[in-house]
């Protein structure tokens, strides 16, 4: 590792540290009589995801302004942090020596480092799919704008306008290094306000839980935005819990705030709101009530305006049929909403099995495509988390917060039934759930169910990562292998699974210093981020740019992929059931009619352009992933 990178992480570090800081003396009065580990922990969540906002709204002028940015924030973030740290003492209890479970909640935390440091593979498939290239290619393009070819670029980014900042200075490892400290502070924030509230024994023992996830650990050295958006709700969702038995002011205002930054990260924030402000208006103050939904809304309410005059659509690509949107249609938001509903065990009827699932995921719940592996094992919420919210509602449910709490999670569970049930949606219940359990910590019946519990799942979950990313990437971390060797060795065998391989890091290589190589079409790919020069998810149901559905002949698909800039198409046959029937096929004309369906349609048209040489192999990357050029 160079200095400068090391340098640049410790900048982040001191950042997110600063924010933090920022925050709690921002907050102070919100903050009163907290917890240091509340505060702090709490803060830190709410200073990141103000920080991404701004960041990402200052970034539609221009992303090189995001420096100046930068320093402003660095600037705030040290002088009110200096201020807060001399009057700490006046407004904060002491902190007592936190139990050995909270320091044991730090090692899957280190560990988690490994995957931070390390170059993203395809088991990291939204990292390096979107998360980590949209920002890439605004950084490239000079501002933050509405990528027409990914949908997700419209996605609400309080999180992922960080990763504006991370790439910039420190490379994909800084852009994940702000993941990190969203699991950093969530963890001291679980130890914090639950051990306010249940003791320290039970705010240890619920942050090693939460910790210890598996799910949480391996994201936490990703791009994927899950952690972040899922302690924002869960954390909205307590205090919405905490209003309702308290009424108080402090804990409408916190709830509305997490609630709103949730629905800044991702849509189903908007559930969020919706569940947690209903019981509210129903259970608790109204005029408080209201007061929280009205500072959730605002919150999250320019990321849907800003999509709204950008795309055509609050929360577009979905309800395509009654909003509309940009580059979308009917057969896309079709094909879109059929890959939602693949995972896990749809229908309520299935809910038993769902929750069961969910403990230790079976595949289903990440993606359920054979070709794909079943998933991955540590993608799970792990049987600590749903052990401890069962042994909770054993004990029964015997006040306003309780019945709140068990409320919110039976509806949100609900609605993740009939939406999509990935694993990775649902973590918005890992606060309620340690919530419900924390206060049976000492329940006699269940004494040493939970810590047990949480130290087998801790076990277990560093035997996984260890499996699964520590083994393969250890490597390229001690220096053995550079980040191109690392990335270029898995998919030199070229095998059936995606996990592992990013066969576009090859692509870079042979195409960057290539000046033919003006755009590249990606076919059955995703895989941009490693990408130097300018590309297009070509597939169907990303863009109407690609007009599929209009095609009927390969010079179709030529004159089209012209107009849109294209010199050079990749082709991946990794999901081509029978490859050597499709080779074969590419020497002889087409012999079955053209199919209505763009699904099947896309793939004969590409066989004719190569048939008939529109399409000229230049480079054989593998055995099933090809780079053809547009013949002139």
């Known amino acids: 590792m160079s200095g400068w990178f090391l340098l640049a992480l410790s900048l982040i570090a001191l950042m997110c540290v600063g924010a933090s800081a920022a925050t709690a003396y921002f907050c102070r009065k919100l903050f009163a009589g907290k917890s240091w580990s509340t505060m702090y922990g709490l803060a830190g969540l709410i200073g990141l995801g103000v920080w991404g906002t701004s960041t990402y709204f200052t970034g539609m002028i221009g992303t090189r302004s995001k420096e100046s940015g930068l320093i402003l924030w660095g600037v705030i973030a040290l002088v009110a942090g200096g201020l807060w740290l001399k009057n700490r003492n006046k407004n904060t209890p002491p902190e007592t020596r936190p139990p050995l479970a909270f320091w044991l909640a730090l090692i899957p935390l280190l560990i988690s480092l490994v995957g931070v440091l390390t170059p993203s593979t395809a088991l990291d498939w939204d990292s390096v799919a979107y998360h980590l290239a949209v920002p890439k290619i605004w950084l490239q393009e000079g501002h933050v704008s509405s990528v027409s070819y990914i949908h997700h670029s419209n996605f609400p980014a ?360 003006k755009k590249i079409a990606l076919l059955d790919e995703v895989f941009g981020f490693y990408l130097d020069k300018p590309y297009i998810w070509a597939g169907p149901g990303h863009t109407t740019e690609v007009a599929w559905a209009k095609m009927q002949t390969a010079q179709d698909l030529i004159d089209n992929f012209k107009q849109l800039g294209i010199s050079h198409v990749y082709l991946n046959n990794q999901y081509v059931a029978d490859l050597d029937k499709w080779n074969q096929s590419l020497t002889q004309p087409r012999s079955e009619p053209l199919a209505e369906d763009i699904r099947n349609k896309w793939r004969q048209l590409v066989g004719d352009a190569i048939h008939e040489g529109k399409l000229k192999l230049t480079q054989q990357l593998s055995r099933t992933k090809a780079l053809y050029e547009i013949a002139q």
């Open 158 to 517: 309080a999180v992922d306008g960080l990763f504006l900042i991370g790439l910039k200075h420190g490379g994909q490892a800084g852009a994940k290094a702000f993941v990190w400290w969203f699991t950093a502070f969530g963890t001291l924030a679980i130890y914090g306000v639950l051990g306010d509230r249940f003791g320290k024994k039970a705010g240890a023992i619920s942050a090693l839980i939460f910790a210890s996830i598996p799910m949480v650990i391996w994201e936490s050295g990703t791009a994927y935005i899950d952690v972040a958006h899922g302690l924002f709700a869960g954390f909205g969702f307590y205090f919405a819990a905490l209003h309702i038995e308290s009424r108080k002011r402090e804990d409408a205002i916190l709830a509305g705030i997490m609630l709103g930054l949730a629905a800044g990260s991702k849509y189903t924030g908007l559930q969020s709101i919706g569940i947690a402000g209903l019981l509210m208006l129903v259970m608790g103050d109204r005029k408080l009530a209201a007061q929280a939904i009205g500072i959730a809304v605002a919150v999250c309410a320019p990321w849907y305006i800003k999509n709204w005059i950008v795309v055509g659509n609050p929360v577009y690509p979905f309800f395509y049929s009654v909003l509309g949107g940009k580059n979308w249609d009917s057969a896309a938001a079709a094909m879109y909403t059929g890959q939602q509903k693949l995972f896990g065990y749809p229908g309520i009827a299935n809910l038993g099995n769902s929750i069961i699932g969910l403990a230790g995921n079976s595949g289903r719940f990440t993606d359920p495509q054979p070709l794909l592996g079943n998933g991955f094992a540590f993608v799970s919420l792990g049987f600590a988390l749903l052990a401890t919210g069962a042994v909770g509602i054993a004990k029964g449910l015997a006040n306003k917060f309780d019945r709140s709490i068990a409320l919110m999670i039976g509806i949100q569970l609900l609605a993740w039934t009939v939406l999509s049930q990935q694993s990775r949606y649902i973590l918005a219940l890992a606060i309620p759930l340690l919530a419900l359990g924390a206060r049976a910590i000492d329940w006699k019946p269940t004494k040493h169910l939970i810590p047990a519990a949480a130290g087998i799942q801790l076990l277990i979950s560093l035997y996984l990562y260890n499996a699964s990313i520590i083994q393969e990437r250890l490597p390229v971390l001690a220096g053995g292998l550079t980040e191109q060797e690392f990335l270029e060795g898995f998919q030199a065998s070229d095998g059936g699974r995606v996990s592992g391989k990013v066969a576009t890091a090859t692509l870079n290589k042979a195409t960057k210093d290539d000046p033919a190589v």
